[in-house]
């Protein structure tokens, strides 16, 4: 296994990440011309899967499987949600949605995704037959929160859908019904005087990880991987742990493979200060402990 992972070409600034069927599979996502890449933890470097610009991929962002043989991508400005088939990568499903889907997960027969121009919650059906077109599951728009919605993830029990409100620093969750058409309530997760942009997220156990930044008094921003915990079902939560990363690497989101956390350097800091370069990579750093 290697400490990093080298994406090929040049301008991919990278931005999601699920793990594969194989136990040392993996796929990140390009933010920049849409393609999708494969990598395996026991391969320095990841392989082109599906080329970038097939099918209106112009961008692509959050990724889940749907447990049905089928890869989820999120298109953001794609202004898509695409399912292809994990063996022949063929496309399967393509539903159009006019707003910015950003994050995915799968939970129960439904696909949970974060729109992140309206502070909705989507919700899509997955199942043997086929992968329904997202629908509104919750709609925040009344609640004092900033609608740039990213990361999002079933808890442990799989009792409640958690997401991060990356604009407004606070993360939210809502009890999940596997009904057709119902919604939980959403509620903002009491976090105390702890602020996380939160961006992509995964749960290792009972612990969540979430690749955050918080904005420095100069105007510039620090990137850490932050660890958190709860004891009352993701109503309120504390801080296990907080590590930073590299602002170069501009990390957005995190994986969980063979015992070790799998963060994808988007290089968007330098990408705006006209510095970021090639090679772009996945960092894989030891399980932390907390």
Known sequence: ???????????????????????????????????????????????????????????????????????????????AFYAYNLSSGDLEERHEYAGFLNDVCVHGGFAYLTDSHNPRILRAEVGEKGVGAPELWLDLSTEETDPFFNGIVPTPDGSAIVWAAQGSHHLWRAAVSQTPGSSGKAEMIDVGDLLIAGDGMVFVGDVLYICDNTDEADGSARFWLTALTSSDGWRSAELAGRWERPAADTPTTVAHRDGRLLLVNSQFVGRDKGTAAAPFTVSAVPLPTV
């Open 1 to 79: 296994m290697f400490e990093q992972y080298v994406i090929p070409g040049d301008g991919v600034f990278p931005e999601g990440i699920t793990e594969g069927i194989g136990r040392h599979e993996f796929y990140v996502s390009a933010s920049a011309g849409g393609a999708i890449y494969r990598g395996d933890t026991g391969r320095r470097e990841l392989e082109p899967w599906l080329p970038g610009g097939e099918d209106g991929r112009v961008s692509t962002l959050g990724l889940a499987l749907d447990g049905h043989g089928r890869i989820l991508i999120c298109g953001g400005r794609s202004k």
